[in-house]
C-alpha cells in the first residue's frame, strides 16, 4: 500500500495518508487519497463538547490546507463525524466525509433480524448520529445504542 506516514508535534497529532480503498467511506471515490488524522494529543475526544470536536476537526483540517492536500480527501472518525462534518463540509475547501453513514448503511445491509448494536464514544452515542442515520436506511430498525467511556484509552 501506498502510504505516507507524518507526525505534528505542535499538535501531537499521527496522520497518514493512504489509497482511498481502504477507508470505511471508500464508496465514495476510489480515485482520490484521503487523510485519517489520529489525535494523539488531544485523546479521546469523546468527553469533550461539541464546539471543542469542531474545534480540534477544523485545526485539522488548517493543518491538512497548509501541507497542500487540496485534492485529498478528510476522513472523520466516528466523534468527528458526530460532531463536526456539518461544519467541516460547509466552511472547508476540500472534501470531507464521515464515517458514520456508511457504517449505517453496512450495518443495515449486515443486519438478520434488523436489530443493531452500536457502541462509541459518551459524544458520539449522545450525538444520535447513528441513529439518525440507521433511520435513513431502516425506519423500523431496532437500535440500541450504549456508551463505552473506556473504549477509547
Request: hydrophobic residues 35%; proline residues 7%.
Amino acid at each position: 500500500m501506498n502510504t505516507r506516514e507524518r507526525t505534528d508535534r505542535r499538535l501531537g497529532l499521527r496522520y497518514r495518508w493512504a489509497p482511498l480503498s481502504c477507508a470505511p467511506c471508500a464508496s465514495s471515490c476510489l480515485t482520490k487519497r484521503f487523510f485519517i488524522s489520529g489525535d494523539t494529543a488531544r485523546v479521546p475526544y469523546g468527553g469533550k463538547s461539541a464546539a471543542t470536536v469542531e474545534r480540534y476537526s477544523l485545526e485539522i483540517t488548517e493543518m491538512l490546507l497548509a501541507e497542500d492536500c487540496k485534492n485529498d480527501r478528510r476522513c472523520l472518525q466516528n466523534t468527528a463525524s458526530a460532531l463536526a462534518l456539518p461544519r467541516l463540509e460547509s466552511t472547508t475547501p476540500i472534501p470531507v466525509t464521515g464515517v458514520i453513514r456508511p457504517g449505517a448503511q453496512a450495518a443495515v445491509a449486515a443486519t438478520r433480524n434488523g436489530h443493531i448494536g452500536v457502541i462509541g464514544t459518551r459524544a458520539t452515542i449522545k450525538s444520535g448520529a447513528y441513529e439518525r442515520a440507521l433511520r435513513t436506511f431502516d425506519p423500523t430498525a431496532r437500535i440500541t445504542a450504549r456508551a463505552c467511556p473506556l473504549f477509547v484509552p
